[in-house]
């Protein structure tokens, strides 16, 4: 099933060779000649997952990766993901550096972050780079809330969003907006075009010369020139074009509803800031080179993991408040975010998730996915034992039974897995003793596959009900079992038993929070039946819609 995502987050096989973990590392033998191409296949296959699952228009893939690999996953993003943006980060997380007698001492990873739609950095008061602040305060400049109204971005182009490829007309004696244009075909070009006699317009073209499109639809274009939150800033002098800008969505209401200070309104009707009203505090710009005491990976990965689980060992897991920090730049603002991490290893996402929740209150969701593989070391040994994959006693030393659910079970409830309260307290941003625990839910599944046959007639109900929760928001009670026909839950409902319809629908239509209804049946015209009957709840028909959802075409 297709849901957007709004971000994710992956530290896939680093492809050193090492055998510590399977899951880590040992992807193909270090001597391997074949041993990138190989590499670059697996990580390939999973991009173009990933590609299903992130929203186009709003969303940021992170991925963290050594020296060994990451030129090739640099240019693996790039040929993936063609219309979006990626830049890579330095990230010091060894300060001691690594042992080498004749090579440069290495401190660093690198994390890259490919940015999708509108996703963009949400400054916070640390640039990632100095000790010293940067923010100061300053009176309020008209870049604080006017921005260029053409789409910026490597891969914006005007065939992606035609229908805001339009001409705005603009009367060049005031000037200011008169309304937008005809949006053009494809085939069509903007010489085609005649504007009204004695107007001008102005055209979605960026500093290149390149086509793109604008930010605002033409119906947002009309409503924010009532407004007054957009304007005619003069002429662009890279490409003559008139140069529009506006304000977004979450400034103008702070102009409009008064809660910043105006002077009223120009001759164009646009709103004129007051700059001796109000004073901001300028947040920095981000560095792409990060040096911070807390992304130390020895003593805030592998030693803030020692605490939770104690003499259980997982090799370079990552810094807690490194990945905590990445993750606020881009979900700081957004308090209901979708976090899916789909190489979790030891489960430090879904931590750092748990600590962003408690400092802002929110409900940020994460996913995490990983393996159950064993070491190297313990492998020999079961083996040795006649025991093998699937047995009770190597199961539970995977890195998902030994460490990564261990691990979130000990975060949420302050206790290890000993039974004892967590030593320490946490560092950084908040302060507070690690015993206390995090007010959060965690639900653990195992992924299996199932025959389409055995899900068609509706004999593995019971192993896709995980699913169906989650695509209802994973939030309040699961559906397990259905009795009597339907059952409705907190955000969803489900029915097999179309002739008791009316009391599903009733029961659907009392409840106050339902996203989501499946409806389970082959009948096309039933199923539209039922559907019309539930207008704003999203309907799924079961198991047709499941099965061909869920299908991957990679």
Same mark, same amino acid.
């Given at each position: ?49 990933? @590609? ?99 789409? @910026? ?138 040096? =911070? ?18 003499? @259980? ?14 993750? @606020? ?25 748990? =600590? ?199």
């Amino acid at each position: 099933m297709r849901i957007p995502w709004t971000r994710s987050t992956s530290t896939p096989p680093y492809n050193t060779g090492a055998r510590d973990w399977k899951y880590n590392n040992d992807y193909v033998e270090g001597d391997d000649l074949y041993r990138h191409s190989k590499w670059l296949a697996f990580m390939e296959r999973r991009l173009k997952l990933a @590609r299903e699952l992130l929203n186009p228009d709003d969303s940021v893939l992170i991925v963290t990766i050594d020296e060994k690999e990451y030129l090739r996953l640099g240019l693996l993003l790039e040929q993936t993901f063609p219309e979006a943006e990626t830049q890579m980060i330095t990230s010091v997380i060894k300060p001691g550096g690594t042992s080498r007698t004749d090579r440069f001492s290495r401190v660093e990873e690198f994390v890259f972050v490919t940015f999708f739609g509108s996703a963009r950095v949400q400054r916070n008061t640390d640039n990632m780079l100095f000790d010293a602040a940067q923010d100061s305060s300053r009176n309020i400049a008209e870049s604080d809330f006017w921005e260029g109204m053409v789409r @910026r971005g490597i891969g914006v182009i005007r065939a992606q969003r035609p229908k805001q490829f339009y001409p705005i007309i603009i009367d060049p004696s005031v000037p200011k907006i008169v309304g937008p244009g005809e949006a053009l075909a494809l085939s069509q070009s903007r010489d085609s075009y005649v504007s009204p006699e004695g107007m001008e317009v102005a055209w979605p073209i960026k500093d290149d010369g390149t086509e793109g499109f604008w930010q605002l639809s033409p119906q947002g274009l009309n409503a924010a020139t009532k407004r007054g939150t957009v304007r005619v800033a003069g002429r662009n002098q890279k490409t003559g074009q008139w140069r529009v800008q506006y304000m977004k969505a979450g400034k103008a209401k702070r102009v409009v509803e008064g809660e910043v200070a105006t002077l009223g309104k120009d001759a164009q009707g646009a709103w004129v800031l007051d700059p001796t009203q109000m004073r901001v505090t300028t947040l920095p710009t981000p560095r792409s080179v990060w040096h =911070r005491k807390s992304h130390d990976a020895s003593a805030n990965g592998a030693g803030l993991l020692n605490g939770l689980l104690p003499k @259980r060992k997982f090799p370079f897991p990552k810094a807690l408040y490194a990945v905590e920090d990445v993750l @606020r730049f881009f979900v700081k603002e957004k308090p209901n975010a979708v976090v899916l991490d789909f190489f979790s290893g030891s489960g430090t996402t879904a931590h750092a998730v748990m =600590r962003l929740n408690k400092q802002d209150g929110g409900i940020r969701q994460c996913i995490s996915v990983t393996n159950n593989e064993v070491s190297a070391e313990e492998q020999i040994r079961l083996r040795m034992e006649t025991l093998r994959p699937g047995d009770p006693e190597w199961e539970k030393l995977g890195i998902c039974e030994y460490v990564t659910k261990p691990r979130i079970r000990a975060a949420i409830t302050g206790i290890t897995p000993h039974g004892e309260p967590i030593k320490g307290d946490y560092k950084f941003v908040d302060e507070f003793p690690m015993s206390e625990g995090f007010d959060e839910n965690a639900a653990f599944f195992t992924l299996t596959y199932e025959s389409p046959w055995r899900v068609s007639t509706g004999r593995a109900f019971a192993a896709i009900a995980p699913m169906l929760w989650l695509r209802a928001g994973a939030v309040g009670r699961r559906i397990d079992t259905i009795h009597d026909g339907w059952e409705v839950a907190d955000s969803y409902g489900v029915i097999n038993d179309l002739d008791k319809a009316s009391g599903f629908i009733a029961a659907l239509k009392e409840a106050e929070k339902i996203r989501v209804a499946y409806i389970v049946t082959d009948d096309e015209g039933r199923y539209q039946q039922i559907a019309n009957e539930l207008p704003g709840i999203d309907t799924v028909r079961l198991y047709e819609d499941y099965l061909r959802n869920c299908e991957s075409t990679v």
